[in-house]
């Protein structure tokens, strides 16, 4: 496999969102490896397409999951590579780390403190994602991306399930 192939890439940091989020009781509704601007994101390589069900988007518990599901791609990513980028100052996964940013601020408020949380996050998430089950989940669900380029909830769910139920 290539490290430096963008699609292999893309499907390696989408992936990170997809077992994040799922690991932590979500759906994916679909991912792909490009992403069109929307009224959400910009123009972008992947997309990961989570469903939270119904929660209360506005407690701690639900913001602390959304944080964990957008740092879960550029860690996946970083693990895949092997090279500990900083989500903030690397480009491709700076709207990640902003959306981490601004969720985090309605549970801490200072910058600084929500940087080193989110920085802590993003070492937890490093150490768990790099192992059993979630890296075999992960390069499993990269695999299927990167063969089809898009996959449906089915499909998600079908690799999800075999690798972390």
Not at 76 to 94: C, D, K, S, T, V
Not at 106 to 134: C, F, N, S, W
Request: charged share 25%.
């Amino acid at each position: 496999m290539n490290h430096d192939d963008d699609e292999t890439l893309t499907a390696y940091h989408e992936a990170g969102h997809a077992v994040v989020a799922y690991a932590l009781g979500a759906n994916v509704d679909s991912m792909q490896l490009w992403g069109e601007a929307d009224d959400y994101l910009p123009e972008r390589f992947g997309d990961c397409r989570v469903n939270w069900g119904t929660v209360d988007p506005n407690l701690d518990v639900q913001r602390q999951r959304e944080i964990m599901t957008f740092l879960g791609g550029p860690v996946a990513e970083m693990i895949y590579r092997g090279e500990p980028l900083h989500p903030a100052l690397y480009g491709p996964w700076q709207d990640d780390w902003h959306r981490a940013m601004q969720t985090c601020g309605a549970i801490v408020a200072d910058p600084e403190r929500r940087t080193r949380l989110l920085e802590k996050i993003i070492v937890t998430l490093h150490d768990h994602l790099g192992r059993q089950p979630y890296w075999p989940a992960i390069a499993g669900l990269a695999d299927e991306l990167a063969a089809h380029e898009q996959l449906d909830s089915d499909q998600v769910s079908d690799v999800l399930t075999f690798w972390l139920r």
